[in-house]
């Protein structure tokens, strides 16, 4: 069991009804952290349209994760 | 956090996420250089309407530490793409009113077809890549997360 800290951002923390959740998890990878996640929210966002970050750093869906990182979940940029 | 491309500015950092409003007087006396010919400055105002909605205020949050990331990277690619001498931008966060600055990017050029060019690229990637995220709030009560453009 790992223990991740996932944070959401704008409309996604709408979703999860959270800004960050602290979870224990067996998933190996952030697309399957997804999936476990997917089971709390309150709608399905648009997969294709979020970013994903590790640890401050932008990564891909297939990147491993281990105890104790920090996994971001982001919509589409909306500054300026 | 210093900025890894301090080096460029003396010391300054290139792109900030700002809490209070933006002060561009003094940007702008940061980003002049005497080697330059040509400054051009791109300012981002808080507008009373969006998408036929009658806007009342805007709430911008940000990821701070990839923001900052991702904005140096940006300003570094305009270095690599533009023959500038200068850039500087600055972002706000939290709650901004009708009339707010929102976002300003600064740059310095010895000419000014790279300023002009430089400042547009700096603008449109901060918008579409860095992470800050836009929630209106409408005079009707309601209130919002802002697609992309």
Excluded at chain 2, 16 to 26: Q, T
Aim: proline share 3%; aromatic share 10%.
């Amino acid at each position: 069991m790992k223990n991740i800290k996932v944070l959401f951002f704008g409309k996604l923390k709408e979703i999860w009804e959270n800004n960050h959740l602290n979870l224990k998890t067996e998933s190996s990878n952030i697309e399957e952290l997804y999936s476990e996640l997917l089971k709390s929210a309150s709608s399905e966002p648009f997969k294709s349209s979020i970013k994903v970050a590790r640890n401050d750093e932008f990564c891909d869906w297939s990147t491993t994760i281990e105890d104790g990182d920090e996994v971001a979940f982001l919509p589409p940029a909306s500054g300026g | 956090m210093k900025s890894p491309f301090c080096h460029r500015l003396q010391e300054v950092e290139v792109f900030r996420l700002s809490e209070n409003p933006i002060n561009d007087n003094d940007l702008k006396k940061l980003t002049l250089d005497d080697e330059c010919g040509g400054f051009v400055c791109f300012e981002g105002w808080v507008r009373n309407h969006n998408q036929g909605k009658s806007v009342l205020k805007l709430a911008y949050e940000a990821y701070p530490k990839l923001a900052e990331k991702e904005g140096n990277q940006i300003i570094e690619e305009a270095f690599e793409k533009f023959a500038i001498k200068k850039a500087l931008c600055t972002h706000r966060i939290g709650t901004l009113a009708i009339g707010d600055m929102a976002v300003w990017v600064g740059v310095s050029a010895a000419h000014r077809d790279a300023a002009f060019k430089a400042c547009r690229y700096i603008l449109d990637e901060v918008k579409s890549r860095v992470p800050i995220w836009k929630n209106e709030h409408w005079t009707d009560g309601e209130s919002g997360w802002v697609e992309q453009e």
